[in-house]
């Protein structure tokens, strides 16, 4: 072991401090947490070297914030206003299938006319200013209007106007369907379509069969992004009136549970 000198030691621990004084006063507004005691200074007696370690505070190197890429920004803005415009027409053309009314330019938009009326500044879609009201039709009146009898001379028709809604939070549970359902029961809709950007919670969907006999329907974004009855593989599937389906069972001398069934849950009977 090398014995060092008072000399020797005067000039290291003055070198010491030194390096000490001057590293604290550049890096004073760095946390501790963003401190390495590793520095190493080398000392010459002559033709001899020593070697002398002392914790000295200096920054460490922590990666650099990548900035936020404006291109990648507008991607992901077009991609979601891409996917809302699909979503859109979907739900437009569903409601006009099952029979209420819309103007043909109300149908057939295009994604620049969508971008003008439902975009916001950042390129994202607007999805608030999304929802809507349709009415229905003379003849979907007529469809779901049972045949009088002694009993009710006078049926009502079982429609009404439907309005649909589209939800941008990113999580959708008890509180959001139950602001729903009040918006539809207070401003006396029939229908409510609720559509949302992610899953209900399973504990929200209970809410649906409480506010019987409105009817809500659940959608996420994802099953309305194609129309698959405008498939070509998929048959033209139409709702039957009361008198077409006595009408049928007659024809074929068949009872009405000898018909094949659809489930509630196809997609078609949506």
């Known amino acids: 072991m090398k014995l060092f000198s008072n000399c020797e030691l005067h000039?290291?621990?003055?070198?010491?401090?030194?390096?000490?004084?001057?590293?604290?006063?550049?890096?004073?507004?760095?946390?501790?947490?963003?401190?390495?005691?590793?520095?190493?200074?080398?000392?010459?007696?002559?033709?001899?070297?020593?070697?002398?370690?002392?914790?000295?505070?200096?920054?460490?190197?922590?990666?650099?914030?990548?900035?936020?890429?404006?291109?990648?920004?507008?991607?992901?803005?077009?991609?979601?206003?891409?996917?809302?415009?699909?979503?859109?027409?979907?739900?437009?053309?569903?409601?006009?299938?099952?029979?209420?009314?819309?103007?043909?330019?109300?149908?057939?938009?295009?994604?620049?006319?969508?971008?003008?009326?439902?975009?916001?500044?950042?390129g994202y879609p607007d999805r608030n200013s999304m929802n809507f009201s349709a009415r229905p039709s003379e003849a979907m009146m007529k469809q779901h209007t049972d045949p009088p009898t002694p009993k009710v001379p006078n049926p009502t028709a079982n429609c009404g106007t439907i309005w649909v809604e589209f939800c941008q939070d990113t999580s959708v549970g008890i509180k959001q369907l139950r602001t729903f359902a009040h918006h539809i029961v207070g401003n006396s809709f029939h229908t409510g379509i609720f559509i949302t950007t992610v899953a209900v919670?399973?504990?929200?969907?209970?809410?649906?069969?409480?506010?019987?006999?409105?009817?809500?329907?659940?959608?996420?974004?994802?099953?309305?992004?194609?129309?698959?009855?405008?498939?070509?593989?998929?048959?033209?599937?139409?709702?039957?009136?009361?008198?077409?389906?006595?009408?049928l069972l007659d024809r074929y001398r068949v009872k009405e549970s000898q018909l094949p069934r659809i489930q509630q849950s196809d997609p078609v009977a949506k």
């Not at 004073?28 to 080398?42: I, M, Q």
């Not at 505070?57 to 920004?73: C, E, K, Q, T």
């Open 11 to 122: 000039v290291t621990y003055f070198l010491l401090d030194l390096a000490l004084k001057i590293t604290k006063s550049s890096i004073h507004h760095y946390s501790p947490a963003h401190y390495n005691t590793n520095l190493v200074l080398r000392l010459s007696d002559h033709n001899t070297s020593t070697l002398c370690s002392a914790p000295v505070l200096h920054p460490a190197r922590s990666p650099s914030r990548i900035p936020s890429d404006p291109h990648n920004m507008s991607e992901d803005a077009d991609r979601d206003l891409v996917r809302c415009w699909r979503v859109w027409k979907t739900v437009r053309e569903m409601c006009f299938d099952r029979g209420y009314e819309f103007l043909e330019e109300e149908l057939h938009i295009s994604l620049d006319e969508f971008r003008q009326k439902y975009a916001l500044p950042t």
């Open 201 to 247: 919670t399973p504990s929200a969907l209970k809410i649906i069969p409480t506010i019987m006999p409105t009817v809500l329907e659940v959608f996420h974004e994802q099953d309305l992004m194609v129309n698959i009855t405008r498939h070509e593989l998929v048959p033209k599937h139409v709702l039957l009136s009361k008198e077409e389906k006595t009408a």
